[in-house]
């Protein structure tokens, strides 16, 4: 069984920073695609961050030059720093990941999501 669990999000004021990390458990063959979504409230989930297994990234423009998404390959994780932060910023990220998993097929696999949250 395979886990993604998130740590890192908080209460932080507008201009400040912020590191999420996302780290996938259990029975892992490979790790494909690994990205980082949010949702707020009454809005519609939206793509980040996206990071592929050779390094090659792409973000959402609301977040280019604030946002870097990175990985540690070694420890099956992902982060998103986050500098900058604005009141718009505040949602559930949630980190995804397409994953080899034991049964020897691909499948994409999401955490719980953490809490970011920036006052104005």
């Known amino acids: 069984q395979v886990q993604l669990v998130e740590s890192g999000g908080g209460l932080v004021q507008a201009g400040g920073s912020l590191r999420l990390s996302c780290a996938a458990s259990g029975s892992i063959f490979s790790i494909r695609n690994m990205a980082w979504y949010r949702q707020a409230p009454g809005k519609q989930r939206e793509l980040v961050a996206r990071?592929?297994?050779?390094?090659?990234?792409n973000y959402a423009d609301s977040v280019k030059g604030r946002f870097t998404i990175s990985r540690d390959n070694a420890k099956n994780t992902v982060y998103l720093q986050m500098n900058s932060l604005k009141f718009e910023d505040t949602a559930v990220y949630s980190c995804?990941?397409?994953?080899?998993?034991?049964?020897?097929?691909?499948?994409?696999?999401w955490g719980q999501g953490t809490q970011v949250t920036v006052s104005s």
């Open positions: 995804n990941a397409d994953i080899l998993d034991s049964t020897r097929h691909w499948r994409n696999y």
């Open positions: 990071m592929d297994s050779g390094g090659g990234t």
